[in-house]
């Protein structure tokens, strides 16, 4: 059924501390038939990209959050952690995967772009896909 194939498939993953993901990705996707593909490693975990806005952050959790410099340099699982510690210590602690999305939902793209290069070349990576298409 190839009129219910999708037009373009994501694969986003954590770096999990292996610096070459991306280009391992790419090699086990090389010569397999499919739409459009982007691949998106967030360096070193996806919740440094929802920790991008501050703002946004603030919004979900009611507490007070500031960025702690360089986000995508933090230690592995430091992002992660700080996130669910966030979270836990709100008023929404039991709503943890909602509040994830909420952030998510309201993040100011083009400044998690600035601070999140990993993010930045995911979303230029889907702005080429969605050009040519």
Known sequence: MAER??????????????????????????G????????GVANKEFEAWLLGDEA?????????????????????????????????????????SIVRREIAERLDLDLTSKRCPSFRKFRDDLRQVTSTS
């Open 56 to 96: 946004a952050v603030r919004e979900c959790v009611g507490e007070g959050f500031s960025i702690p410099g360089k986000l995508e340099n933090m230690e592995r699982r430091a992002a992660k952690n700080q996130l669910r510690e966030l979270i836990r210590s709100s008023s929404r602690a039991a709503e943890e």
């Open 32 to 39: 397999l038939v499919v739409p459009e593909l982007v691949i």
């Open 5 to 30: 194939q999708p037009d373009l498939q994501v694969v986003l993953v954590d770096q999990n501390g292996e610096p070459g993901r991306r280009a391992r990705l790419q090699a086990w996707i090389r």
